[in-house]
């Protein structure tokens, strides 16, 4: 259990870093995904990415990276989407790491994605699965809300 000078510290680090958000809106992206389930995996292959979601702080415009948003314009068919489903995840990666290289200089703010589990690891690993090459975030630039 921490102790309370440890929670102050803490805090305070912590409203630090939301004032350097407020400082820095113009340059701040939220971000989140979703995936397949972590559990049942009796193959062992790691989940599949299924959308991501990146919120410009400022405008509050939303960009989606999606499965489905791939297949609709390719013109897939949804009961062939399952079929297609490691083409389709490439490209909505590949759309992904694209937009993250043209803003890497932005602060990432996420929500405990940190890990291979759940994180940027799991969407570079994934990546690299299905054959691509992804861009890596510095980690100066992500910051875990949690």
């Given at each position: 259990?921490?102790?309370?000078?440890?929670k102050?510290?803490?805090?305070?680090?912590?409203l630090?870093?939301?004032?350097e958000?407020g400082?820095?809106e113009?340059?701040?992206?939220?971000?989140?995904y979703s995936c397949?389930?972590f559990?049942?995996?009796?193959e062992?292959?790691?989940?599949?990415?299924?959308s991501?979601?990146?919120?410009?702080f400022l405008s509050?415009?939303?960009l989606s990276?999606?499965i489905h948003?791939?297949?609709?314009l390719?013109?897939?068919?949804?009961d062939e989407?399952?079929?297609?489903?490691n083409q389709?995840?490439?490209?909505?990666?590949?759309?992904?790491?694209?937009?993250?290289?043209?803003?890497k200089?932005h602060?990432?703010?996420?929500?405990?994605?940190?890990d291979?589990?759940?994180g940027?690891?799991a969407?570079e690993?994934?990546l690299?699965?299905?054959g691509?090459?992804?861009?890596?975030?510095?980690d100066s630039q992500k910051?875990?809300?949690?």
């Open positions: 259990m921490p102790s309370e000078l440890e102050r510290r803490r805090r305070k680090k912590a630090q870093t939301l004032k958000i400082r820095k113009e340059h701040v992206l939220l971000v989140h397949e389930s559990f049942d995996r009796p062992g292959r790691t989940p599949r990415i299924t991501i979601a990146v919120r410009n509050g415009q939303t990276f999606s948003k791939i297949a609709e390719k013109g897939v068919p949804f989407i399952e079929k297609n489903y389709l995840e490439r490209e909505m990666l590949d759309e992904f790491f694209a937009y993250l290289k043209e803003h200089t602060l990432w703010v996420h929500w405990n994605m940190r291979i589990n759940y940027f690891p969407l690993h994934r690299r699965v299905l691509g090459s992804p861009e890596m975030l510095e910051v875990d809300l949690a």
